[in-house]
Every structure is written in C-alpha cells, then in structure tokens.
C-alpha cells in the first residue's frame, strides 16, 4: 500500500532510481529488486513510481538546462525562417529527437501491457542485462566525430529506446552505444541520448497522473523520494558524462555481466 512506505524506505528507492536510470544498469529491475529488499509485498505503489520518475526528468533538465535553453530560443527564432532553421545543428536536433519519439512511443505502448509480466521472470531479465552489457562494450571501438544524427539514424536510436523497455535492457546504455556505433562522438550521443529522453520519461509520468488520488497518500515520503531520486540522479549524471568523455563507459559491463548471468541460471538454481 502507498501509505505503508516510510521515509527512510522512500529515499532509499529514491537513491535506487536516481542512480540507475541514467546509468546503463536498468532501473526498472533495480528499483523492483529494492522493494522487495525493503518489504514492499506488493507492486510498487505507481504514485511513488511517478515521484521517482519526475525526480529523475527534474536532475536530466538541470544538467541539460543550457543545452534545452539554446535549443528553445533556436526553434523560436526558426520560426521566421523554417527552412534554414533545418539547416542549423540546433534545426537538426531537435526534428531528429522529435522522429525518434516516434518509435518510442508506438513501441513504449505495444510493449507496456507484456513487460510487467516479463519484469518477474529472472532469465528474461537477464538477457537484458546481458544485452545492455554488449552494448556498452561496443563503445570501446564504436563512435565517430559526428555531432548531429541524420534523421534516419536518428530514427534508428528512436527504436532502440522503444526496445529498451525490456526488463534489463538499459535505455542510456543502449541509445548511447547505437548513437555511436551510427557514428556519433561519445559526448555527442550521451547529449542526444539524454535530450530523448526527456519527452519519453515525461510522456511516462504524465500518463501515470491519472491515479492523483494516491499522490496525496504518499505524503512526506513521496516528496523525500522524489527529492532523493533528483540530487542521486544529478551526482549520476555528472560521473557518466565524465565516463563517456574519457571513453570508459564499457566498464559498466564489468557489473552487468555477472548480473546478468546469475539472474539466467538463477531458476536452474532454485529448489524445485
């Protein structure tokens, strides 16, 4: 029930969240694998999901916050002038993250009813963590010098985070390491990345606000968890940035393998 978290178990799904939505682990088994650790027999409550999830859009708007100024201002100036709007950098981001919403949310939708029942099997799980460790090893020989993505492969990054609602498979991981084996630069494809999710995660909570009722039963410990997730996601952000610039973020598959493998013979395991 919504109202049986405290607010020690609220920050410390906050700090769950915060931390593994951005970096290429999957926060959706993460977060799950936190509440059962903490007692939460049932789902977790979906008011607390969206406090988590918002917590989150908030840390990704304030790091990106100069980059969606300049974004802003470009397109409001562009509108007196479309056609060399498109010509511009700016021009280009901002069609190629609004064509690439377009697979995430045809398949985020398809997908959505499937994935809960997935999410509970541990091997499916794995293949994902797995899948998600392929794909962040690839970016120690993939990535390129390109900047801006043509809107072709930009749409082929849109699918790849529409796929990426696979329990264990990494939304950042997985863009990311497709962003550069298209022949993005590391910096370039965390950005672009990052920028694309802002309208999935936001698309995600506000349908989730439907259930407004059980917001205001969460009360205090919803505020702290949301909190957390924001301050934890923000400390995320900054280190994997610094780990894409410096061309280490294969290292994350040094946790996802074993991960993953164990979650795979994890039903061999167990007692019949």
């Not at 405290?6 to 999957?26: I, K, N, R, Y």
């Not at 949310?105 to 994935?115: D, K």
């Not at 293949?127 to 010098?145: D, E, Y």
């Not at 999935?200 to 059980?214: M, N, Q, V, Y």
């Given at each position: 029930m919504a109202g049986s978290i405290d607010m020690g178990t609220a920050a410390a799904l906050g700090a769950v969240q915060g931390a593994t939505e951005f970096l290429p682990v999957s926060s959706s088994g993460h977060v799950a694998l936190g509440a059962m650790l903490f007692g939460?027999?049932?789902?977790?409550?979906?008011?607390?999901?969206?406090?988590?999830?918002?917590?989150?859009?908030?840390?990704?708007?304030?790091?990106?916050?100069?980059?969606?100024?300049?974004?802003?201002?470009?397109?409001?100036?562009?509108?007196?002038?479309?056609?060399?709007?498109?010509?511009?950098?700016?021009?280009?981001?901002?069609?190629?993250?609004?064509?690439?919403?377009?697979?995430?949310?045809?398949?985020?939708?398809?997908?959505?009813?499937?994935?809960?029942?997935?999410?509970?099997?541990?091997?499916?799980?794995?293949?994902?963590?797995?899948?998600?460790?392929?794909?962040?090893?690839?970016?120690?020989w993939g990535g390129g010098q390109a900047q801006v993505l043509t809107y072709g492969k930009a749409l082929i990054v849109g699918v790849a985070q529409g796929v990426a609602v696979w329990p264990g498979l990494s939304r950042s991981g997985t863009t990311i390491a497709v962003a550069m084996l298209l022949g993005m630069s590391g910096p370039a494809a965390f950005r672009f990345s990052f920028l694309l999710s802002l309208p999935a995660i936001a698309g995600a909570t506000l349908l989730s606000l439907r259930h407004t009722e059980e917001l205001r039963e969460l009360g205090l410990s919803g505020a702290v968890g949301g909190a957390v997730a924001t301050l934890v996601g923000?400390?995320?952000?900054?280190?994997?940035?610094?780990?894409?610039?410096?061309?280490?973020?294969?290292?994350?598959?040094?946790?996802?393998?074993?991960?993953?493998?164990?979650?795979?013979?994890?039903?061999?395991?167990?007692?019949?």
């Amino acid at each position: 029930m919504a109202g049986s978290i405290d607010m020690g178990t609220a920050a410390a799904l906050g700090a769950v969240q915060g931390a593994t939505e951005f970096l290429p682990v999957s926060s959706s088994g993460h977060v799950a694998l936190g509440a059962m650790l903490f007692g939460i027999s049932d789902e977790m409550p979906l008011s607390m999901v969206v406090l988590l999830h918002f917590g989150t859009l908030l840390a990704t708007v304030v790091v990106f916050r100069r980059d969606l100024a300049t974004l802003t201002a470009s397109s409001l100036r562009g509108l007196r002038d479309p056609s060399a709007y498109l010509a511009t950098d700016e021009g280009r981001t901002v069609v190629g993250i609004l064509v690439a919403s377009v697979p995430t949310a045809i398949l985020g939708l398809t997908l959505e009813s499937r994935v809960e029942a997935w999410s509970r099997i541990p091997w499916v799980v794995g293949l994902g963590l797995l899948a998600s460790a392929a794909g962040v090893v690839s970016t120690r020989w993939g990535g390129g010098q390109a900047q801006v993505l043509t809107y072709g492969k930009a749409l082929i990054v849109g699918v790849a985070q529409g796929v990426a609602v696979w329990p264990g498979l990494s939304r950042s991981g997985t863009t990311i390491a497709v962003a550069m084996l298209l022949g993005m630069s590391g910096p370039a494809a965390f950005r672009f990345s990052f920028l694309l999710s802002l309208p999935a995660i936001a698309g995600a909570t506000l349908l989730s606000l439907r259930h407004t009722e059980e917001l205001r039963e969460l009360g205090l410990s919803g505020a702290v968890g949301g909190a957390v997730a924001t301050l934890v996601g923000l400390a995320a952000l900054i280190w994997l940035k610094r780990l894409v610039d410096r061309g280490q973020f294969w290292m994350f598959a040094i946790y996802l393998v074993p991960l993953g493998l164990g979650l795979c013979v994890w039903p061999l395991l167990r007692p019949t």
